[in-house]
């Protein structure tokens, strides 16, 4: 059994997970400026993970290509409409958004942060092995694409002792290459 995040909280756990996909991105797209992408993203660990899924939910592919036009009622608290027609042309020729499709490596791994939210979602945390699964899932895909993984002790100091669990918020964009 994976024990390198017993200690680690759950917010640091988010955190390693915004890591790992922060890194596959700008591995496999270089040229690509993820700056937007990432600032959703690392909101994370410094907000409630309900208001965070909500905003960050607009920008992943599967969600966002659900629209053809701008739909003021559902982007309306999370993006303009300026902010959708970039990400749509941002995604173009990159994802597809198709739910569920193995093959859409992007799709799934801009999926990866929200998913982790989502399955605590008015839960307690517990043994928290969701969390590693999820963690296993993503370090897997890195691997696979030959991305080597992030240093997962950066997020060492956000303690499971901290809130029941749940960690204290923190800015995480100290730990991002590309936000720094």
Not at 2 to 31: H, K
Not at 79 to 105: A, C, H, R, V, W
Not at 115 to 140: A, H, L, N, P
Request: hydrophobic share 35%; with cysteine; glycine share 4%.
């Amino acid at each position: 059994m994976d024990r390198r995040f017993d200690a680690i909280s759950m917010n640091g756990r988010m955190a390693y997970i915004i890591m790992c996909v922060e890194t596959f991105l700008i591995t496999n797209y270089p040229n690509k400026n993820w700056r937007f992408v990432l600032e959703k993203m690392w909101k994370a660990t410094s907000t409630n993970w309900d208001d965070f899924a909500q905003d960050y939910s607009s920008i992943i592919p599967d969600v966002l290509f659900q629209f053809d036009d701008y739909d003021k009622e559902e982007f309306q608290s999370s993006l303009s409409e300026q902010e959708f027609m970039m990400m749509k042309e941002f995604y173009d020729g990159m994802t597809q958004g198709m739910e569920d499709d193995p093959n859409d490596i992007v799709n799934i791994m801009l999926n990866k942060p929200f998913e982790f939210c989502m399955v605590y979602e008015g839960t307690s945390i517990g043994d928290g092995q969701e969390s590693i699964d999820i963690i296993k899932e993503t370090e897997s895909i890195l691997i696979k694409y030959h991305v080597p993984l992030p240093d997962y002790t950066k997020v060492s100091f956000s303690s499971i002792d901290e809130l029941n669990g749940w960690g204290n918020d923190f800015d995480g964009r100290f730990l991002s290459s590309v936000l720094k």
